[in-house]
């Protein structure tokens, strides 16, 4: 049926697709799936992050696992299929596979990231499967600078401390409402709050607490590899908005993020006018296009 309806599926094509099967990956593809995701170490940040955290390709104790897509012996393109399925280095074409051995799995699935095209042709699989999405992103600029910032730094910026941790969870709260149209704590507040509070430790929470104890700004490190890192959380406290603090505040940001990696990406909704200026007013640059879909 898929390959009726779905252009962009591989069976649609003379030819293409014999000998091309999806499964989940082990630990023996690990190399192949490093070598897969390096092609792109900015748009592959988050699988890349994972990797070396984790050290294998293979399914992680909670359930969640690569799949990948092989023509032969050769992996062409692999899916992270966990909280979230994030596609790496996957042609579009193959999309309808994927999301097809996504849907058989029945795990439920909070979103969709990465790079646009590809998104896009693997919700069109999923929705086909009857899975309809709460909100659709398509056009998200993905931005990097690899250097210092342009412009001067906030010095007030640091790393957050665990000591503070009952004034950062609540404003990432606010970020993640504002952001997503929902409370992060709808399943319970115990995941989230290990979430923030493991970022913390790791330190890849940034924040700015002023002396009345309130988060002035704040923002993570949501993915690190030894090249790049992905800020996420961009938080600015409604009061102190409008005051032109983002800028230097953002420029804090690339500082702090560049003591652990050379290249410092995110990214931004395109209807965003006033962060992409900020973020462009920095040095970030656009290097790619990413899409969200949140279910």
């Known amino acids: 049926m898929l390959s009726r309806v779905a252009p962009w599926l591989a069976s ?34 988050f699988i890349l992050s994972h990797l070396e955290g ?31 399925l994030v596609p ?35 919700y069109s ?52 409402e504002e952001e997503v149209g929902y409370s992060p704590y709808l399943g319970g507040r ?11 430790r790791q330190g890849h929470s940034l924040v700015h607490l002023n002396p009345d104890g309130e988060v002035v700004f704040k923002a993570e490190l949501g993915a690190v590899t030894h090249e790049v890192t992905q800020v996420q959380g961009v938080w600015m406290n409604p009061a102190f908005r409008g005051l032109g603090q983002s800028a230097g505040y953002m420029a804090a940001v690339v500082d702090l993020a560049r003591t652990l990696a050379p290249v410092t990406s995110l990214y931004v909704n395109d209807f965003n006018s006033r962060a992409r200026a900020t973020y462009e007013r920095v040095g970030f640059r656009q290097v790619g296009t990413f899409a969200t879909v949140l279910f």
Not at 23 to 44: F, H, M, V, Y
Not at 128 to 150: F, K
Not at 156 to 176: E, R, T, V
Request: aromatic content about 6%.
């Open 125 to 176: 699989g999923l929705e086909q499967l009857g899975h309809e999405a709460h909100e659709l992103r398509d056009d998200q600029p993905l931005m990097s600078i690899s250097g210092p910032p342009a412009i001067p730094a906030n010095p007030l910026l640091g790393f957050g401390q665990l000591a503070d941790f009952d004034k950062i969870l609540p404003a990432c709260a606010a970020m993640f």
């Open 88 to 122: 790496v280095q996957l042609d579009p074409e193959f999309a309808g596979l994927v999301a097809m051995s996504a849907h058989t799995s029945g795990r439920r699935y909070a979103s969709i990231f990465g790079p646009a095209e590809t998104v896009l042709a693997l």
């Open 190 to 200: 115990e995941y989230y709050s290990r979430r923030v509070k493991g970022l913390i």
């Open 54 to 84: 984790a050290g294998s390709a293979a399914p992680t104790a909670g359930g969640a696992s690569f799949l990948g897509v092989f023509d032969g012996v050769a992996l062409v393109g692999a899916c992270w299929a966990g909280a979230n």
């Open 12 to 45: 649609r094509k003379d030819g293409a697709g014999s000998g091309v099967a999806v499964r989940t990956l082990t630990g023996s593809d690990t190399q192949q799936l490093l070598d897969l995701a390096e092609q792109d170490p900015i748009a592959n940040v």
